[in-house]
């Protein structure tokens, strides 16, 4: 519930008090030839086709940069699948960007990974989903993509490229961590992101069939040390990042650095977000096809939300955090309550907090195979619109606790 005593309506920071982005998260594409069942991109990717064309990116690259955005990441969906990649990487090394391409590696050939470092890409980041071949087949739903991503892998840096490998952690892949490690080892990984899944987009779907139990992260955290031991006897520079999953905290994330503070995504099909995730949130956002990028960042109430702290409940604008943590993050607050207003759950401070705690002490008790992992593909995203429409009368404004999520696990 909101709170009554916080002025909801709609308080505006003055732009003088708001600093310009510093990064720019471009997500060229939701289209993309793996099925995660814990992609982070919207469960309606599909309502969302209608992506911008090459001049209209070039433009929110130049307008961007004005801005004062330095940093620059290409992802999707699969940004591979854009023709005019290198054009735009070369475009964002004219304005200055530090460019980072974030991808699959299905796509991706050695003479493309030429092409991009030829245009001034400064960047690549390859994901994997698990250790062995069969079980990466089964998260990606794809027979080639596995050792397609090796390939490439060991061909970014041959081009000359740090070799930076991602794996999204969960039940089913946490237990092969130590495979993992080895493998990337192996491969001559110099920086490796072991980065539990967070619960959005798909991975809030499947979030039953993705929950590690307990014991898991300890056993998994505690062999990311054994390795960071071995490799360090053994000389080897290859760093080891461990993310635990935020609902295992006892503090929230200063999630993007607080809301509109240095972070703006823009979608697929110009839709202008301070997150990748917020498109879920039930609130509209401004599109760069209508308005600048100045007026979004500065002007629009979407941005200007959750800016400061009048927006805060009483718990938060009462606490000393307020400022650090910015009441944590919105969608994961909205996800799991209902309200987007509300003090994220992962604070042990949050009168919901127990909620976590529950789905914890859950999902240790059941077996994974009790909940299916739900594959992210068109058909299962158009199913679960068309069930989101039932479930509101036809009408296409979700309310609040409506969630394609909730309505689809219902
Ligand atoms: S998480 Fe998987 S399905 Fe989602 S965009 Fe990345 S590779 Fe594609
Ligand atoms: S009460 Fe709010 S501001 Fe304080 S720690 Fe929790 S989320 Fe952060």
Redesign the pocket.
């Given at each position: 519930m909101n709170d009554p005593t916080v002025n909801q309506s709609t308080f505006k920071p003055s732009a003088e008090s708001t600093s310009p982005p510093l990064w720019l998260l471009a997500e060229l594409t939701y289209r993309c030839p793996l099925q995660c069942a814990y992609c982070s991109n919207p469960l309606a990717f599909t309502r969302y086709q209608n992506e911008l064309d090459s001049e209209a990116w070039f433009s929110v690259l130049r307008q961007a940069r004005a801005m004062g955005a330095a940093q620059l990441g290409f992802s999707g969906g699969e940004p591979l699948i854009r023709q005019d990649l290198e054009a735009l990487v070369r475009e964002a090394r004219t304005l200055g960007f530090y460019t980072n391409l974030l991808t699959s590696g299905v796509g991706l050939t050695a003479q493309r990974v030429d092409a991009l470092a030829e245009a001034g890409l400064d960047h690549i980041q390859i994901s994997l989903q698990a250790a062995d071949p069969e079980l990466a087949q089964v998260l990606a739903g794809s027979a080639k993509a596995h050792a397609n991503k090796l390939a490439m892998a060991k061909a970014v840096k041959a081009a000359g490229y740090p070799m930076v490998l991602n794996v999204v952690l969960h039940r089913h892949n946490i237990d092969q961590i130590g495979e993992l490690i080895a493998l990337c080892d192996e491969l001559g990984a110099d920086a490796v992101e072991l980065a539990n899944c967070q619960y959005y987009g798909w991975a809030f779907l499947n979030r039953q069939a993705l929950m590690p139990t307990r014991e898991q992260l300890v056993r998994a955290e505690a062999e990311t040390n054994r390795w960071r031991e071995t490799l360090a006897a053994r000389g080897r520079d290859m760093s080891l990042l461990f993310v635990v999953p935020d609902y295992f905290e006892q503090?929230?994330k200063a999630c993007m650095g607080g809301w509109g503070s240095i972070f703006m995504t823009v979608a697929p099909d110009g839709a202008v977000l301070p997150c990748h995730s917020a498109r879920e949130l039930p609130m509209a956002f401004p599109n760069v096809k209508e308005t600048s990028l100045q007026d979004i960042w500065y002007q629009s109430d979407a941005f200007n939300r959750f800016r400061g702290t009048q927006w805060m409940p009483t718990?938060?604008q009462q606490?000393d955090?307020?400022d650090k943590?910015h009441?944590?993050c919105r969608c994961q607050a909205y996800l799991l309550t209902g309200d987007m207003n509300a003090?994220?759950p992962v604070?042990q401070?949050?009168p919901q907090h127990g909620l976590l705690e529950s789905l914890i002490a859950e999902n240790a008790q059941s077996a994974p195979e009790q909940a299916p992992l739900i594959p992210r593909n068109a058909r299962q995203s158009k199913q679960l619109q068309t069930k989101q429409l039932q479930s509101q009368g036809g009408s296409a404004a979700p309310s609040p606790r409506q969630t394609p999520e909730l309505i689809y696990r219902q």
């Amino acid at each position: 519930m909101n709170d009554p005593t916080v002025n909801q309506s709609t308080f505006k920071p003055s732009a003088e008090s708001t600093s310009p982005p510093l990064w720019l998260l471009a997500e060229l594409t939701y289209r993309c030839p793996l099925q995660c069942a814990y992609c982070s991109n919207p469960l309606a990717f599909t309502r969302y086709q209608n992506e911008l064309d090459s001049e209209a990116w070039f433009s929110v690259l130049r307008q961007a940069r004005a801005m004062g955005a330095a940093q620059l990441g290409f992802s999707g969906g699969e940004p591979l699948i854009r023709q005019d990649l290198e054009a735009l990487v070369r475009e964002a090394r004219t304005l200055g960007f530090y460019t980072n391409l974030l991808t699959s590696g299905v796509g991706l050939t050695a003479q493309r990974v030429d092409a991009l470092a030829e245009a001034g890409l400064d960047h690549i980041q390859i994901s994997l989903q698990a250790a062995d071949p069969e079980l990466a087949q089964v998260l990606a739903g794809s027979a080639k993509a596995h050792a397609n991503k090796l390939a490439m892998a060991k061909a970014v840096k041959a081009a000359g490229y740090p070799m930076v490998l991602n794996v999204v952690l969960h039940r089913h892949n946490i237990d092969q961590i130590g495979e993992l490690i080895a493998l990337c080892d192996e491969l001559g990984a110099d920086a490796v992101e072991l980065a539990n899944c967070q619960y959005y987009g798909w991975a809030f779907l499947n979030r039953q069939a993705l929950m590690p139990t307990r014991e898991q992260l300890v056993r998994a955290e505690a062999e990311t040390n054994r390795w960071r031991e071995t490799l360090a006897a053994r000389g080897r520079d290859m760093s080891l990042l461990f993310v635990v999953p935020d609902y295992f905290e006892q503090a929230p994330k200063a999630c993007m650095g607080g809301w509109g503070s240095i972070f703006m995504t823009v979608a697929p099909d110009g839709a202008v977000l301070p997150c990748h995730s917020a498109r879920e949130l039930p609130m509209a956002f401004p599109n760069v096809k209508e308005t600048s990028l100045q007026d979004i960042w500065y002007q629009s109430d979407a941005f200007n939300r959750f800016r400061g702290t009048q927006w805060m409940p009483t718990l938060c604008q009462q606490c000393d955090e307020r400022d650090k943590d910015h009441g944590g993050c919105r969608c994961q607050a909205y996800l799991l309550t209902g309200d987007m207003n509300a003090t994220d759950p992962v604070c042990q401070h949050s009168p919901q907090h127990g909620l976590l705690e529950s789905l914890i002490a859950e999902n240790a008790q059941s077996a994974p195979e009790q909940a299916p992992l739900i594959p992210r593909n068109a058909r299962q995203s158009k199913q679960l619109q068309t069930k989101q429409l039932q479930s509101q009368g036809g009408s296409a404004a979700p309310s609040p606790r409506q969630t394609p999520e909730l309505i689809y696990r219902q």
